[in-house]
């Protein structure tokens, strides 16, 4: 609720009140304190919270580091999730790639394509990419109006083991079906109206009109630079505090 209405000196101090219940052998209470003080720009708080993690356990679950790297990759700290990764990398139990895709995420998002490139490289070598991790390097191809490659990574997202349930995000395949127009590339667009039939979107009302949504504000920011205010961040704060406070 205090993150919600923007009291985070009061969230703040939930959260070290919070620090002084934990008891046992649980290691979830330190995966919600370290995302939600990396929510509230805490860097130090989320160093200290994973430096007493791992002084407490000597072995730490992917879910863990998936915690603290979120968490710094939100905070901008980008050196010091890559050194986490590399930590991760030397002790880990299995290959996530849901924690690599962390890391190519923020390369994308920064418009550095060809570090995130680089690192994909790497994790061909290291683990296997998910259907995700597809998807946001075609983010980064359709940044750079690369139709052809970022309809290649939809195709490779589709065949990715895991991918029964992965559907594009409608703002990823709205962004690709406007550049197609606007390219005149009209096979590629077929191209793409194909993948969304074989994976049942076409035929999904709601998801086709959040497509259309999206395409309606990417409109409205190119008119008038604004967009729909989104709560969704808030909203996962509060279900972090929610099972936060139920864990413990």
Not at 93 to 98: G, I, K, M, T, V
Not at 220 to 234: A, I, K, P, S
């Amino acid at each position: 609720m205090y993150i919600k209405l923007g009291l985070f000196e009061k969230a703040e101090d939930c959260l070290k009140k919070v620090e002084g219940r934990i008891i046992g052998r649980d290691r979830i209470p330190y995966h919600y304190l370290i995302s939600l003080y990396g929510n509230l720009g805490k860097k130090e708080d989320v160093y200290r919270i994973w430096n007493t993690y791992k002084s407490n356990f000597p072995k730490i679950p992917n879910l863990g580091f998936h915690a603290v790297i979120s968490s710094l990759v939100r905070l901008g700290d980008i050196k010091g999730a890559e050194r986490i990764y590399e930590e991760w990398l030397s002790v880990k139990f299995a290959y996530d790639p849901r924690i690599a895709n962390l890391l190519i995420g923020y390369y994308v998002k920064e418009g550095f394509l060809d570090k995130a490139d680089e690192f994909f490289q790497r994790m061909i070598v290291e683990g296997k990419p998910n259907s995700s991790t597809w998807e946001i390097l075609a983010e980064g191809y359709i940044g750079e109006k690369r139709i052809s490659d970022a309809l290649a990574c939809f195709n490779e997202a589709v065949m990715a083991e895991g991918s029964k349930h992965w559907r594009p995000k409608p703002v990823n395949v709205s962004a690709l079906l406007g550049l197609c127009e606007e390219e005149g590339d009209f096979k590629s667009k077929e191209a793409l109206v194909g993948l969304l039939r074989e994976k049942g979107c076409a035929e999904d009302e709601a998801y086709m009109y959040s497509v259309r949504r999206c395409n309606e504000n990417h409109k409205r920011v190119m008119e008038n630079g604004t967009l729909d205010y989104d709560q969704n961040d808030h909203e996962d704060n509060e279900v972090l505090f929610d099972q936060l406070q139920g864990s413990l």
